[in-house]
């Protein structure tokens, strides 16, 4: 039984009067706490109504269906970036955050994004059919081509009545006039959209009139650019032997089209700032290589100027030439007969000086005879002089060498015994029983056999 003890009714078991006292505003943080960790952020599909637009620019609606409806609301820097207006009626999926407004304790939807219902299905057909062709290699940027830098004409494949054709017309014009453009009408939105489009390529691939195509339309939304995210525009771009340019939509939107084609441009105004050179910058580096290039030629027809003027200063009559070689050899010849008779005068003077030299150093042939007699007197004197001296000189000598003769002591009656091998014995102790040896005298020589041998 539930006691209120406000009332003084008490519960059997217990009393409720321990229980904490929480303020609605805490309450509610709390439910506003236990809402958003427990709902993640998810789509949710219904149909608005109640569409309000405050003053602020926040949005606020209901979301329902046949059976519940649920409170909404849409900051205004998130509703500034929707592609169309919410309006009451419209089926949309929401991609929202569950929570509680906390002031009125009322249960809503925090919306971030709004797309109309069904556009899930071609978010998902459009990365199935990205992964696919990516997968086969059509994104592959080795198989993208280089765009022409002079293009002799440019294809544009778009609707006659789209103002993307009215922008790149306009772009193609203002930076390069003079280039033809070529229309390949087409549908760019509806159901036999896709099937023009990929007419209109292969027309241009197969009758090769232009350099480069761009394939383009404006901005909006995934719905509106479905045709250039079906797969037989896409393989139409890569069969095409003519490089493209795909500018479609605005710069946050992108297309199968876009990752396929050989360049992509942000807008059609950019495929076609990308198509063609800017004539006007072209112009004005054609002016500078103009004006560097005349410069250049000033200046070689200025050194040019200058080496024929310093050849003319050069260049004489032969006349002329001829008379300043006559006068240098004149002045040659002047100085050549002056250095002569300078140089005979010199030669002169030394023949003079050196005959005087020798005058003086010439010997008397009388003083000479004079001095040759006293010289061969002193010779013949000192000759005989040095004759004496060295007879003395021998006769001492001789009378030396006969006391060391051995053929003097032989005289005496001395002998010299020499053995077999013709040496000479001074010790019997040497010599052998029965050995022959030789006795020299004074005169003559005798072999004899040794009977006994007594050593000292």
């Known amino acids: 039984m539930r006691a209120f003890a406000g009332f003084g009714i008490m519960n059997d078991q217990r009393s409720v009067s321990d229980a904490p006292v929480i303020p609605v505003s805490v309450l509610n943080a709390r439910v506003r706490g236990l809402l958003e960790g427990t709902l993640p952020l998810a789509w949710v599909a219904g149909e608005i109504s109640n569409f309000t637009r405050a003053a602020s620019g926040h949005c606020y609606f209901s979301l329902k269906d046949e059976q519940a409806q649920v409170r909404c609301v849409m900051f205004r820097h998130r509703a500034q970036h929707l592609d169309a207006p919410l309006a009451n009626g419209s089926q949309v999926e929401v991609r929202a955050t569950p929570t509680l407004y906390e002031p009125r304790g009322d249960f809503q939807l ?116 479905r045709a250039f995210n079906d797969e037989s525009v896409a393989r139409a771009i890569a069969r095409c032997t003519i490089p493209v340019i795909a500018g479609v939509g605005h710069e946050t939107d992108v297309t199968i089209a876009d990752f396929v084609a050989d360049a992509r441009a942000p807008t059609p105004t950019g495929a076609a700032v990308l198509a063609v050179p800017d004539g006007a910058a072209l112009a004005r580096r054609l002016e500078s290589v103009a004006a560097a290039h005349a410069g250049a030629m000033l200046r070689g027809f200025e050194r040019r100027a200058q080496r024929v003027d310093a050849a003319a200063m050069r260049l004489r009559h032969p006349g002329e030439r001829l008379a300043v070689q006559r006068d240098r050899v004149a002045t040659l010849g002047a100085r050549l007969a002056r250095g002569a008779a300078v140089a005979l005068d010199r030669r002169s003077w030394t023949v003079e000086s050196l005959g005087k030299r020798f005058a003086l150093a010439r010997p008397s042939p009388e003083a000479a005879t004079l001095a040759l007699d006293v010289l061969r007197t002193r010779l013949t004197s000192a000759g005989r002089t040095l004759a004496q001296r060295r007879e003395a000189s021998v006769d001492r000598f001789e009378h030396a060498l006969r006391h060391l003769d051995p053929s003097g002591v032989l005289d005496r009656g001395y002998a010299i015994v020499r053995n077999g091998a013709g040496a000479v014995v001074s010790d019997a102790g040497t010599l052998h029983v029965d050995e022959d040896v030789r006795i020299q005298f004074a005169r003559g020589e005798a072999g004899v056999v040794v009977r006994t041998v007594r050593p000292d």
């Open 110 to 225: 925090n919306v971030e994004f709004v797309r109309r219902a069904g556009l899930g299905a071609l978010y998902e057909a459009f990365e199935r059919l990205k992964r696919k062709l990516e997968a086969e290699g059509l994104f592959a940027p080795e198989r993208k081509r280089p765009l022409p830098p002079w293009p002799r004409a440019v294809g544009v494949v778009t609707s006659p009545q789209a103002a993307a054709l009215r922008d790149v017309l306009t772009t193609l014009r203002r930076r390069l006039a003079a280039i033809p453009v070529v229309l390949y009408p087409t549908l760019v939105q509806g159901d036999d959209a896709p099937r023009q489009i990929v007419a209109a390529i292969d027309a241009a691939s197969d009758r090769g009139d232009v350099d480069v195509l761009i394939v383009c339309r404006g901005g909006g939304s995934i719905e509106d650019l």
